[in-house]
């Protein structure tokens, strides 16, 4: 079992940076490949980036390539999202992810969640 505590969301302007925080505690965390997905309002909940056990490989949504960076610190047990160059369609609650395989986090095929961030950027 892993729990998962995100932070860092907020209201910005257009153009602004944010740094979204996921915490982990429970099982080694380095065990788990991690993820970040956003589900704005009245839409399904959507994949934006994904990073290895490691970190030595990750892979991002075309809708924020070049935009976001998301990147890990194993021995804090945390996990980043780096978002620049904000735009109000990235508008959305923002949810961190924990998976055993890497691969699932592409389609979000992992029961373990945080609870959410609300990140709203205004134009």
């Known amino acids: 079992q892993v729990q998962l505590v995100e932070s860092g969301g907020g209201l910005v302007q257009a153009g602004g940076s944010l740094r979204l925080s996921c915490a982990a505690s429970?099982?080694?965390?380095?065990?788990?490949?991690m993820g970040w997905f956003r589900q704005a309002p009245g839409k399904e909940r959507d994949f934006v980036a994904r990073i290895t056990r490691s970190g030595d490989n990750t892979d991002y949504a075309d809708s924020v390539k070049g935009r976001f960076t998301i990147s890990r610190d194993n021995a804090k047990n945390t996990v980043f999202l780096q978002m620049n160059s904000l735009k109000p369609e990235d508008t959305a609650v923002y949810y961190c992810a924990a998976a055993v395989f890497y691969q699932r986090l592409s389609t979000g095929t992992t029961g373990y969640w945080g609870q959410g961030t609300q990140v709203t950027v205004s134009s």
């Open positions: 429970g099982r080694t965390f380095s065990s788990y490949a």
